[in-house]
């Protein structure tokens, strides 16, 4: 199963995001499982299994910059 993480504060981006993303699995025959954040806070508390994030850089509470760097630290075969 794929799982990819959407870290976004526009919840319209995030739900058009998920409805892409769920399509093109339905078309591939991927198994896939999407989580939502709306704060880079709430991803950090919960990033383990992600394979793939999507992530907005520009949040209003500026979390989303800092965000690559400290996941960096936290996963080491993070690129």
Request: charged share 25%; aromatic share 8%.
């Amino acid at each position: 199963m794929l799982t990819i993480g959407i870290c976004d504060d526009q919840v319209e981006i995030i739900d058009d995001l998920v409805e892409r993303l769920e399509n093109w699995a339905a078309i591939q025959g991927v198994p896939l499982h999407v989580r939502t954040y709306t704060r880079g806070l709430d991803l950090l508390e919960n990033y383990q299994g992600i394979d793939l994030l999507f992530l907005d850089m520009k949040m209003p509470e500026g979390d989303g910059d800092p965000l690559p760097g400290i996941l960096k630290r936290r996963i080491p075969f993070y690129p």
